[in-house]
């Protein structure tokens, strides 16, 4: 019932020419069968969006921004609206990405903030979640789960939420080679898709797509997608790699 999606996160990578390569090999990859049963997007750098998304023009592959600001627009140095996003082709954009949480320093209320400016311009979010190593050894894992998904989805009504998708990506996985394993995703996906039917119900629980992210690779893809829960991945460093993402989407058809 639900559409399986993979996502690829470019981060800080890339630059005016792998950029467009590595888009031309996806583009030229064998998604096209796919792309009627998988969503596919990946996240370049903004300054590479414009040109990523004519190299994947034609193709089934959409494209997404890393991030975004709550604002119109006005005097906000160095970000980036909904409407210019808009503007230049993005569908999608991620929210609250671990790297922005933990890097950066955003907190759940400018997330959510982010969130519904995303919705309410027309860019569907990919809200991220996840705990932190020490997180977890602490048994915390639903109750930081539980605040960031409360937080980062506040004030959204049931027709708003249906623009949402979520991406558990526990930090302790993230570009450190060490991922969830299927068990391990499907226990905190099957817990948010609970949480979301007490927040919403039960036909929105089920409804919504929920990734997993966290050194996700060709060679666990189809065990994590396999889990009744995980709809998709979230992928960073394999991203980068065309074979390997082409697997990925593969892997997920
Ligand atoms: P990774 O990153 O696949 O390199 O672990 C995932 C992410 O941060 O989205």
Redesign the pocket.
């Known amino acids: 019932m639900r559409k399986p999606f993979v996502a690829g996160?470019w981060?800080m990578n890339t630059n005016g020419h792998t950029s467009v390569d590595l888009a031309d090999r996806l583009a030229s990859g064998s998604v096209e069968s796919a792309g009627h049963t998988v969503t596919v997007a990946v996240f370049p750098p903004f300054v590479y969006l414009q040109a990523v998304g004519k190299a994947l023009n034609g193709s089934s592959i959409t494209i997404g921004a890393q991030d975004v600001y709550f604002e119109q627009d006005g005097a906000f140095t160095g970000e980036i609206s909904v409407s210019m996003l808009k503007d230049i082709g993005c569908n999608y954009c991620l929210c609250g990405?671990?790297?922005r949480r933990h890097v950066i320093g955003e907190k759940d209320e400018l997330i959510n903030k982010k969130v519904t400016a995303a919705i309410n311009g027309g860019l569907l979010p990919i809200l991220?979640v996840g705990e932190l190593l020490e997180e977890r050894k602490a048994s915390q894992t639903n109750e930081v789960v539980t605040r960031q998904v409360k937080e980062g989805l506040a004030g959204l009504n049931d027709e708003k939420l249906a623009a949402v998708t979520i991406?558990y990506?526990p930090v302790w996985?993230?570009?450190?080679g060490l991922t969830a394993t299927p068990q391990q995703a499907q226990e905190v996906h099957d817990f948010i898709r609970k949480l979301i039917g007490q927040m919403y119900n039960e036909r929105l629980a089920q409804e919504i797509r929920i990734l997993y992210?966290?050194?996700?690779?060709p060679g666990n893809a189809a065990d994590l997608m396999s889990q009744e829960d995980v709809d998709g991945l979230?992928?960073?460093?394999?991203?980068l790699k065309a074979d390997d993402f082409l697997a990925i989407i593969q892997a997920a058809v």
């Open positions: 996160n981060k990405h671990s790297e991220c991406a990506e996985a993230i570009g450190t992210g966290g050194s996700a690779k979230l992928v960073g460093g394999a991203s």
